[in-house]
């Protein structure tokens, strides 16, 4: 077998032997397969394709120093996805099965999980869809839930660094009372264009606003936002916003370092008020934001006046890497040690 270069391994897919697979069928969600085959084949009427009817989840498994594997949050994601299956009528998968299924993927690709010094993860990917041949726009009958993993590097090559943001107004992600809160595919694919727009500009990634009054800040890109206002860490509250496992995880971390937390819709104009501003979520656990530039208001809101994270951010980003890892106590409970 070719041997893997841990330390430069990026964010692109890399093969690895098996994927884990669950079909709905005929009301019931049946038997966990295992398959080595990369590919899927489905109905070309399939209601994934036509109507968009996918979620997925975002998670990660670590290597520690005592050669142990742990997974991050495992039933938070599987309750989410449930949430999603809910939101674009698609059959829930039971907790137990999400959970044996990930378990199941991560022990039998053990060997892609990078070692502990590297500061790379094995990233799991858990998607479902719908597989039903219906050409009528109803939710299909037939779905099927596959976990696939792929080893990926650490996220910061050049070290924790903050990157601008922009506000760009002639683009929404979502709609106010639509399908922002579910990790679905179809969010992606809206939110795609603006993605490109912003990066093409040098920004890395959309600071998106609500899309009902354009007032309040809304979802970073793919990710959470959260300002650091002196002892405060305020996130926005919106309907429209995917509730990320990492900023769950941050905000409890946020009380346990004596930092009040603050959820609530936050007014664009208090970016002007913040010590601190990072996007949170899976792959980067923290991207700190350096600035943040509303283009079409010709404002810049800059955060980082040194170039530099700031202090709290990086405390947070440190704490939730060390349970992570295994290198801090896990007393909340959100590791499973894969046996
Ligand atoms: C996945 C995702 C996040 C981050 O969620 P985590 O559980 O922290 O990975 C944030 N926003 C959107 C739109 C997402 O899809």
Redesign the pocket.
């Known amino acids: 077998m070719k041997s893997i270069d841990w330390s430069n391994l990026g964010f692109g897919y890399v093969k690895t032997d098996y994927n884990v697979r669950i079909n709905y069928r005929n009301g019931e969600w049946g038997e966990l397969e295992v398959c080595s085959d990369e590919y899927i084949n489905i109905h070309m009427a399939a209601t994934c394709l036509h109507y968009g009817q996918e979620a997925f989840e975002?998670m990660k498994a670590f290597k520690g120093k005592d050669g142990k594997i742990r997974i991050f949050r495992i039933k938070d994601?599987a309750e989410r996805l449930q949430t999603s299956c809910e939101g674009i009528c698609m059959a829930k998968l039971p907790i137990e099965k999400y959970e044996e299924a990930v378990i199941k993927a991560v022990k039998l690709n053990e060997r892609f999980v990078p070692p502990y010094e590297s500061g790379a993860s094995l990233y799991i990917r858990p998607i479902l869809f719908g597989t039903g041949a219906q050409i009528g726009v109803h939710p299909g009958k037939e779905f099927m839930f596959v976990v696939m993993v792929t080893p990926v590097g650490p996220y910061f090559k050049e070290g924790f660094k903050p990157n601008p943001y922009a506000i760009l107004r002639q683009y929404d992600r979502v709609a106010p009372l639509g399908t922002g809160r579910y990790?679905v595919g179809g969010?992606y694919a809206a939110g795609m264009l603006a993605g490109e727009h912003a990066k093409s500009l040098g920004y890395a990634a959309v600071l998106f606003l609500d899309s009902k009054e354009k007032k309040y800040l809304d979802?970073c890109g793919?990710?959470?936002f959260f300002g650091i206002r002196g002892t405060s860490y305020i996130t926005p509250q919106s309907d429209s916003i995917?509730p990320?496992?990492?900023?769950k995880s941050l905000m409890t971390l946020a009380k346990e370092i004596g930092l009040t937390v603050e959820q609530r819709p936050v007014l664009e104009e208090e970016l002007s008020t913040f010590d601190e501003a990072g996007a949170?979520?899976?792959a980067a656990v923290i991207s700190p934001v350096e600035r943040v530039d509303d283009l079409d208001m010709n404002k810049s809101y800059v955060i980082s006046k040194d170039g530099k994270a700031g202090p709290y951010s990086t405390k947070l980003y440190n704490k939730l890497r060390a349970i992570q890892y295994g290198d801090e106590s896990d007393k909340y409970g959100w590791i499973t040690i894969v046996e």
């Not at 990320?244 to 900023?247: G, L, P, Y």
């Open positions: 975002g994601n990790k969010n979802e793919p990710a959470n995917l990320s496992i990492t900023n949170c979520g899976t």
